[in-house]
Antibody, heavy 118, light 107 residues
Framework: EVELVQSGAEVKEPGESLKISCKGS????????IGWVRQMPGKGLEWMGI????????KYSPSFQGQVTISADKSINTAYLQWSSLKASDTAMYYC???????????WGQGALVTVSS | DIQMTQSPSSLSASVGDRVTITCQAS??????LNWYQQKPGKAPNLLIY???TLETGVPSRFSGSGSGTDFTFTISNLQPEDIATYYC?????????FGGGTKVEIK
């Protein structure tokens, strides 16, 4: 059974760094892109970027380029989303999802709520 | 970026009704469009890909059609468990982009 399990909720202060994770199981992790999607409170879905764990090829949405870093460790079937300096506007739910052939997201993680507040 | 415009942003319908949501792309995306359902407090769930292909396990009351710039998503017989927000998403070009969502409520 394909499963993506994300790390837990985080509460951080502005300026702090953060790395959240997404662990895949039940399939060949290196054969599918993993994407990250942001959902701000009460708002819609925004695609942030994707990574191909097989070779770490990464593509970012222009809206998020330079704001976050997407990485993966294929030895432990885990993708990451990280910030070097959080802002209050980063407060959101973040989902990872498996992307089929740069087409559709067929499996999603449960989401990780990031709250940035002083 | 390709802009995806969904309408309406919300709707209220009765159980058993036929519900239709439209999604318009800012440029021709062929059939490279998907539909997702997001129930409150849950992750999105893929319903339809490539404009009209039903994902495995999805009830047949859900359907999609369209090509080019204009797409339609239909729930043929609205059920109480269909209360959710529905999103379209294009994959013709990166960045992948979503529509703004349509919130479906029961009247």
């Amino acid at each position: 059974e394909v499963e993506l399990v994300q790390s837990g909720a985080e509460v951080k202060e502005p300026g702090e760094s953060l790395k959240i994770s997404c662990k895949g199981s039940g399939y060949s992790f290196t054969d599918y892109w993993i994407g990250w999607v942001r959902q701000m409170p009460g708002k819609g879905l925004e695609w942030m970027g994707i990574i191909y764990p097989g070779d770490s090829d990464t593509k970012y949405s222009p809206s998020f380029q330079g704001q976050v870093t997407i990485s993966a460790d294929k030895s432990i079937n885990t993708a990451y989303l990280q910030w070097s300096s959080l802002k209050a506007s980063d407060t959101a739910m973040y989902y990872c999802a498996r992307l089929v052939v740069l087409n559709h997201f067929d499996y999603w993680g449960q989401g990780a709520l990031v709250t940035v507040s002083s | 970026d390709i802009q995806m415009t969904q309408s309406p942003s919300s709707l209220s319908a009765s159980v058993g009704d036929r519900v239709t949501i439209t999604c318009q792309a800012s440029q021709d995306i062929s059939i490279y469009l998907n539909w997702y359902q997001q129930k409150p407090g849950k992750a999105p769930n893929l319903l339809i890909y490539t404009a009209s292909t039903l994902e495995t396990g999805v009830p047949s009351r859900f359907s999609g059609s369209g090509s080019g710039t204009d797409f339609t998503f239909t729930i043929s017989n609205l059920q109480p468990e269909d209360i959710a927000t529905y999103y379209c998403q294009q994959y013709d070009n990166l960045p992948l982009t979503f529509g703004g969502g349509t919130k479906v409520e029961i009247k």
